[in-house]
């Protein structure tokens, strides 16, 4: 591969000098960022890192100093609001500048995860049945009436599992009611309630523009949860490792998929990747009942942590991690 000029751009919780990186490469919360930083300077090419915050104009002098051959885009947010996201793709789109990933049209659409569903769901790919509630809409027993119970409630845009705890799972109305209105209070956003599927719940990477790369997938498993007990992740679930070590959750690969099922659980996210215009990297999160596959929600630019579920089930696939890290790159100088 040709030795590249890449700006490696990702948000930052304050904001900071770049002289200042030094000190948090080694820590837990820049793992991902490193694990990247390190990679590309062992395949050669030059790396400048950027911490963007809530000041768009140091990163475009940057951009117009450097010139860069590439923007490994790793940014989530800007000034804290993870709704910009695509924001700062599309501002890379208009000056031209090749970047890794998804674009702002994808971001914006898989962002809704209400709006992924109705696209699918008239695609013929199984889905909960869902409802949206708006920050300004206020929910009543009347509006959930024929609603199918027990049902799954969780900010519509939000990623990571924020604001998803034990009480998104609601067993009637009038829970889904409490928990629609203190997720609009608390995090001031558009809420989502799900038809909860009680079923496995397995993560499919992929890696390609065009021609598509299917890794094997990954499962979450609840080894310590009662068996009567309804499992999903949580935010607790995915970043508190003492509550997953007490609950035995981790992920692992998805055994027992008959031939027939892994076709078909490969093709349909394939499909997906494709419809919701997801380019060079992303995933698919959905829940396997009955031998029938309901999409959760994908996630183009999905975390890729070199211990992370991605990068582990491409290394499955005989994909290793450097190798990993170039492949995203040529994709995005080919898109």
Request: charged fraction near 30%; aromatic fraction near 12%; proline fraction near 6%.
């Amino acid at each position: 591969m040709k030795k590249l000029k890449i700006l490696l751009l990702f948000d930052i919780a304050i904001k900071m000098d770049p002289k200042e990186y030094r000190g948090y490469w080694s820590t837990p919360d820049w793992k991902t960022e490193n694990d990247v930083r390190k990679a590309l300077v062992r395949l050669g090419h030059h790396v400048i890192p950027y911490g963007l915050y809530d000041d768009i104009e140091p990163f475009l002098k940057l951009v117009r100093d450097e010139k860069p051959d590439l923007v490994f885009n790793m940014s989530e947010a800007f000034s804290g609001q993870r709704s910009l996201e695509p924001n700062i793709t599309a501002l890379m789109e208009m000056l031209g500048v090749p970047f890794t990933g998804a674009g702002a049209k994808c971001l914006q659409l898989c962002k809704d995860k209400g709006l992924t569903k109705v696209i699918l769901d008239y695609h013929d790919i199984k889905t909960p049945k869902f409802v949206v509630f708006k920050n300004n809409k206020t929910a009543t027993a009347k509006l959930m009436h024929k609603f199918p119970f027990p049902a799954f409630v969780k900010p519509l845009q939000l990623e990571s599992s924020e604001g998803i705890s034990q009480q998104s799972y609601v067993a009637t109305p009038k829970e889904a009611i409490a928990r629609i209105k203190f997720i609009q209070e608390r995090y001031n956003c558009d809420v989502i309630v799900e038809e909860f599927i009680d079923g496995r719940e397995v993560y499919v990477s992929i890696l390609g523009n065009d021609k598509l790369n299917v890794f094997p997938a990954r499962e979450l498993f609840f080894k310590q949860v009662p068996e009567s007990e309804p499992k999903f992740a949580t935010y607790q679930s995915k970043w508190n490792q003492d509550y997953r070590k007490k609950w035995g959750i981790d992920s692992d690969w998805a055994k027992n998929l008959p031939e027939p099922m892994q076709k078909k659980l490969y093709e349909t996210c394939k499909k997906i990747y494709k419809l919701l215009q997801i380019q060079g990297f992303g995933r698919i999160d959905l829940r396997i009942k009955n031998d029938e596959i309901y999409f959760i929600e994908a996630n183009p630019n999905p975390s890729i942590a070199q211990k992370e579920d991605y990068a582990l089930s491409a290394s499955k696939a005989g994909v290793e991690y450097q190798e990993l890290i170039a492949k995203i790159v040529s994709l995005s100088l080919c898109a």
